[in-house]
């Protein structure tokens, strides 16, 4: 059968076209940023050159919005591109231009320019920030091109002002620029910029001499250069971090310098971490403070020494990280791998040599054979700072219980009584295996202390009862001897072995249990609607985790506690946590600086803001260890980035609050203004014409200037209405009224305006009274009337109806007319201010329904619209009624 000749089905391109929107809207876009130290450098025009490789490549380009400052070179790449028309907005009496957004998105292009990251909006546009049009392009799948200069950025913004002096007003919080998924640095000299800023590249010649004296001297380009390029290296050295952790860490990538010192409770540990600092200040190398719990818990005065060095590390500049382990060596190894780290500083050894021995050598000697391509430093500590190895450092971390023990005993006396029957039959040899079977047994359940003291008892139960001669300890035979040195040796390799694995299996407890910790503070953030749901959340998961109590305060003109706290803070608390605030530093209890304190206190940091205070009160006899104090810092952390991130949505609202508000004012004013001229002009010309009218005429004109007083008169009550009903100035006085003196009342205000209208009302005789506002409601119905009047075509019917609704207990007013009605979605609208039907004649405010409804309110009732039957429009108030007996008496 012969297709149709006007084939509606879509083209293949059509098709693909339509596949390739519908894949935009499901992907993010992709946004990449070119980056530079200062206006000038080129970064538009880099940017515009990208894009016509793109554009070559047969990719969709679109130019949203660049600003060429007519630079001559920068105008020539942009011939051939598509350029969206600006937005234009009139602000103060200027016309602005702006990227258009919403023709961006109806456009749709893969590939969108938009220009100044950090530009402010014109009042009146979608978003106050350029930035936040461009997370809106992201999210509907588009790829953007952008530029930034450092100084823009929210973290760099005080530095930049130092540097210079200038003050940056326009800034990009750091957390959106990490959307940027690829950063190109536009990298000039000093020297090529200054001379480009001569030639009048930059700025035109008068503007150019200007900036060439202040923010363009080569000191503070200088400056900037290096700013720019710190910044970007800080980005990509955490990029390099980040592919690291997804990567089998079995070596170091020396992409750069990088410091790890180990920092413990020795004196010596303070020579280490002041000796590293001066190493990373001469390398220019970022470094790491390193401190290695064990399982063995430290005694209070090795905890304080602890942290004070990690203080002082932090001080000095360095990156503290806390982990768990008994093996030293490998906890180090196992972070330098994991941070990339190209340096490891330990201290010398002071132990015995012999002790060393038996641990498998000296930490520095461990650190050699683990280390790889890991460079090592080994710093010897002053005289000052030893101090003599104590004899409990030859005892084992890990301290067994007497349980441990105990079954220890009670498992050797069952086997050596069931072994004393079946010697006779299986003879000695197969006791001896019997013996380390329960060896291994025994190790699986128990420590090094207990597995060791279960050896060593065993092998002199087995000499002593089973190898002949009996009942001594006297071996006869070499392969007997030889046999009980085999056993003693298996014993004690299987309780090192034993209590290694042990402790490594708990520590990787520890880890996972840190790790499950922050993914589920992080998951519960996430999932947190307000910032409310959010600290809810986090203080109720430290409760648990710390068994504690917590307090969050948050920062504003000062700092004021979260109502989901279960700690109550006391003025001696506050006071803590003010010097928090202040100096950004930890404070209260487990450290140095107001240790009387019943909490530790965590600052809340954000681009160097303290947004608020954590506090964590733990019990009296409890402690918090140096990784619990580091998890409780995680959280700090988590928590401030939601702050932060509520705070830029609260900015954005407090800036669309604006937008709006300026942009009502402006409709208002230019609302007011033609309302009012019209009226003015009317009785301007009425009294210049007055005096040489004759009879007709001046009554025509008297007749004027009473609608035009009226209306005058409508105008300024509806603004003083809406004036007294938004600042809850409006005082109800409830009243018995009576329906019909009501209805009698209204239409007498509006019997003019209803003249070209047939009118009918029903009222029924016996409608009982009610209690309301009589002023209030009168104006109410004259109000609904006079719409109806001047809304709808001449010689319409007007209906007016009133009523009781028995079963609902409420008297009813209706009011009906045949004019064009109201769609059904204006209909949730229509109360508001400033909002007049679509086809509404010209003139009026916006006001007239949004007063009504706020009357109705005020009395306790309701005011709905709905369509008449046969067409036209129904309003109806609803106000409560009590039955008249209840009427006082007079």
């Known amino acids: 059968m012969p297709e149709p000749a006007n084939d509606l089905r879509p083209s293949p391109d059509a098709l693909l076209a339509a596949l390739q929107r519908d894949e935009s809207r499901a992907r993010r876009g992709r946004l990449k940023v070119f980056f530079g130290m200062c206006p000038g450098v080129g970064k538009t025009y880099a940017m515009l050159r990208a894009a016509r490789e793109e554009l070559r490549t047969g990719i969709d380009v679109l130019v949203g919005i660049v600003e060429t400052h007519r630079r001559a070179e920068t105008e020539a790449l942009l011939e051939g591109l598509p350029v969206l028309p600006r937005r234009t907005f009139t602000h103060a009496g200027i016309t602005l231009t702006e990227f258009d957004l919403e023709a961006a998105l109806a456009r749709r292009p893969r590939l969108i320019l938009v220009d100044e990251f950090a530009h402010t909006n014109a009042p009146g546009s979608r978003h106050p920030k350029r930035y936040q049009d461009v997370i809106e392009l992201l999210d509907a799948g588009l790829d953007v091109y952008t530029t930034l200069n450092v100084q823009h950025l929210e973290s760099r913004a005080d530095a930049v002002r130092q540097i210079t002096g200038v003050a940056v007003r326009e800034t990009v919080p750091d957390s959106v620029f990490e ?24 700025y035109l010649a008068d503007r150019a001499a200007l900036a060439a004296d202040n923010f363009f001297k080569d000191t503070h380009l200088t400056a900037l250069r290096e700013l720019a390029l710190r910044f970007v290296a800080e980005r990509v050295d955490k990029r390099l971090r980040e592919l690291r952790a997804t990567s089998p860490l079995k070596t170091v990538w020396r992409s750069g310098e990088r410091l790890l010192v180990g920092v413990g409770p020795s004196p010596s540990s303070t020579q280490l971490i002041r000796w590293t600092r001066r190493m990373a200040a001469a390398q220019g190398a970022a470094w790491l403070a390193v401190s290695v719990e064990p399982s063995r818990p430290l005694d209070a005065e090795a905890q304080r020494r602890i942290e004070q060095n990690l203080t002082l590390a932090r001080e000095l500049g360095a990156e503290v990280v806390i982990t768990r382990d008994d093996d030293i060596a490998a906890a180090l190894v196992r972070t330098a791998l994991q941070n990339n780290a190209t340096q490891i500083v330990v201290g010398k050894s002071r132990s015995s040599p012999w002790l060393d021995f038996f641990r498998g050598g000296s930490l520095v000697d461990r650190l050699l054979r683990q280390s790889g391509p890991i460079d090592l430093y080994a710093v010897p500590a002053e005289r000052a700072a030893e101090k003599p190895i104590a004899w409990l450092d030859w005892l084992p971390a890990e301290r067994s219980p007497a349980r441990e023990y105990g079954e220890v005993a009670v498992t050797l006396g069952v086997v050596t009584a069931a072994c004393w029957f079946l010697t006779p039959f299986a003879g000695y040899l197969s006791v001896g295996m019997i013996y380390l079977f329960a060896m291994i047994a025994l190790s699986l359940r128990v420590g090094r202390g207990p597995v060791l003291a279960a050896g060593v008892a065993s092998a002199l139960l087995w000499d002593f009862l089973f190898i002949p001669p009996l009942f001594t300890f006297a071996i006869s035979k070499l392969e007997d001897g030889m046999m009980f040195a085999t056993y003693f040796a298996v014993a004690l390799a299987a309780g090192h072995l034993t ?12 880890r996972e249990e840190r790790a499950t910790a922050l993914f589920h503070l992080t998951e519960a953030l996430s999932a947190a609607r307000t910032l409310d749901d959010a600290v809810f959340a986090a203080l109720r998961q430290i409760d648990r985790l710390f068994a504690a109590q917590s307090a969050l305060l948050l920062a504003g003109d000062s700092l004021t506690p979260h109502f989901a706290g279960s700690f ?34 965590v600052p809340l940091v954000r681009d160097d803001t303290c947004v608020g205070v954590l506090v964590v009160r733990v019990a009296p006899e409890a402690a918090l260890t140096l990784a619990q104090r580091d998890l409780i810092e995680s959280f ?30 402006r409709a208002l004013l230019d609302a007011v203004s ?19 009218a004759d009879e007709a005429t001046r009554a025509a004109l008297l007749g004027e200037s009473r609608t035009a007083t009226g209306r005058l008169t409508r105008l300024v009550n509806n603004l003083l209405d809406q004036t007294r009903l938004e600042a809850g100035a409006l005082r109800t006085r409830l009243d018995w009224c009576d329906a019909h003196d009501l209805i009698a009342a209204a239409l007498d205000g509006v019997r003019d305006s209803l003249a070209g209208h047939p009118f009918e009302s029903d009222v029924p005789a016996d409608i009982p009274l009610f209690r309301a506002d009589a002023a209030l409601m009168e104006q109410v119905i004259a109000n609904l009337l006079l719409n109806a009047a001047l809304h709808t075509p001449a010689a319409t019917p007007i209906f007016l109806t009133a009523g009781l609704d028995q079963a609902r207990r409420r008297i009813f007013f209706t009011v009906a007319d045949r004019g064009p009605g109201f769609p059904l979605e204006m209909r949730e609208r229509l109360f508001q201010k400033f909002q007049r039907g679509d086809a509404a004649r010209a003139g009026g405010l916006g006001l007239g329904l949004s007063i009504i409804r706020g009357f109705v309110v005020a009395q306790g009732g309701e005011i709905v619209v709905g369509e008449n039957p046969g067409g036209g429009a129904v309003f109806t108030v609803y106000l409560p009624y009590e039955p008249h007996g209840n009427v006082p008496g007079e």
């Open 179 to 202: 959307l940027a998924d690829q950063i190109e640095l536009i990298d000039l000299t000093p020297e090529a910029l200054r001379e480009r800023l001569a030639e009048g590249k930059v």
């Open 499 to 510: 209590a290694r694995i042990r402790a490594a299996a708990r520590h990787e407890r520890l």
């Open 568 to 601: 109550a803070i006391s003025e001696k608390e506050r006071g803590v946590a003010d010097w928090v605030w202040r100096n950004r530093k930890r404070a209260g209890r487990f450290t140095d600086t107001l240790p009387a304190s019943e909490g530790f206190h």
């Open 636 to 665: 700090a952390a988590q928590l401030a980035l939601n702050v932060e991130r509520e705070h830029l949505r609260a900015a954005g609202e407090r800036e669309k609050l604006l937008a709006e508000s300026e942009k009502l004012h």
């Open 674 to 692: 033609h309302e009012l001229k019209t009226p003015l002009a009317v009785l301007s010309s009425a009294l210049e014409t007055l005096a040489t």
